[in-house]
């Protein structure tokens, strides 16, 4: 298994135990997998459960956000490489966006992320704004704000970097800009995208449960869920839907219907 799809892995056990916990779920996971992701025992009945995550930007209002989103997570993931070559420090790293554009060539946006990182690593910093979101510079000594590379200016306001000790997993993150809206038409749609195995699940489950994180990937910010968000009934064939925020101990069932009733 890659880094990547462990850490994934780790990302969804945590979301399941948040579920089982918060939720008061008495139930024992049995099987991890990948379809579906988990097997519970829940008082001798066999659950299945899903886990996806809300990614902001699903509905034509966001397609551009996501474009370009999708564009900072391929620099990341080339940047990461690139970095990862020429040094093994593990290391936290996370970019603001903006809705500027910038040259197409992800390789020279990349390499010049890299090698921004690398000089803020040997001590080319510069000093740190006033609360930057999601993060709390006192419990965090080892913050740096790194310069903004030239290609990325249009695109990224806040490059930072944390180091962290050795052995752990390094991640790159797109940090969402304080903007926490949902929308029941695009958790109506995910909710509906991840439901094809479901008539492969039915003869060996009881029940088939979806947990939705309300992480949106690589996107550090958590939906809000509204009452306008976890009060529609939604139409599917899960038996349960649930909407989970990791920094929380509130779990939201969302309220569901079979479209498709069985006689």
Not at 221 to 249: K, M, N, W
Request: contains cysteine; proline residues 6%.
């Amino acid at each position: 298994m890659t880094a990547s799809a462990k850490l994934k892995k780790q990302r969804e056990r945590m979301v399941l135990d948040h579920l089982l916990a918060y939720g008061e779920i008495q139930a024992t996971v049995i099987h991890e997998g990948e379809t579906p992701d988990f097997a519970l025992d829940l008082a001798g009945r066999r659950i299945g459960v899903e886990v996806t995550q809300y990614v902001r930007g699903r509905s034509d209002t966001g397609s551009a956000e996501r474009r370009q989103h999708a564009f900072i997570r391929r620099v990341l993931d080339e940047a990461r490489t690139i970095f990862q070559q020429r040094r093994q420090d593990p290391i936290y790293v996370t970019v603001d966006p903006l809705g500027g554009r910038t040259v197409s060539d992800v390789s020279l946006v990349a390499s010049q992320l890299a090698e921004s990182l690398s000089h803020c690593l040997d001590g080319e910093f510069i000093p740190i704004r006033p609360s930057p979101f999601g993060l709390n510079v006192l419990q965090t000594p080892p913050f740096y704000e790194c310069t903004v590379p030239a290609l990325m200016a249009p695109i990224a306001d806040r490059i930072t970097v944390v180091r962290l000790p050795k052995g752990s997993y390094t991640q790159w993150h797109i940090r969402q800009s304080g903007d926490t809206r949902a929308f029941v038409a695009e958790l109506q749609d995910l909710i509906a995208a991840k439901e094809g195995d479901i008539p492969r699940y039915e003869p060996t489950f009881d029940e088939v449960w979806l947990a939705i994180d309300a992480f949106g990937g690589d996107i550090l910010q958590a939906i809000t869920p509204t009452g306008e968000l976890v009060e529609h009934c939604y139409l599917t064939q899960f038996s349960r839907v649930f909407l989970i925020d990791t920094t929380e101990t509130t779990v939201h069932q969302m309220w569901s219907a079979d479209p498709k009733p069985r006689l």
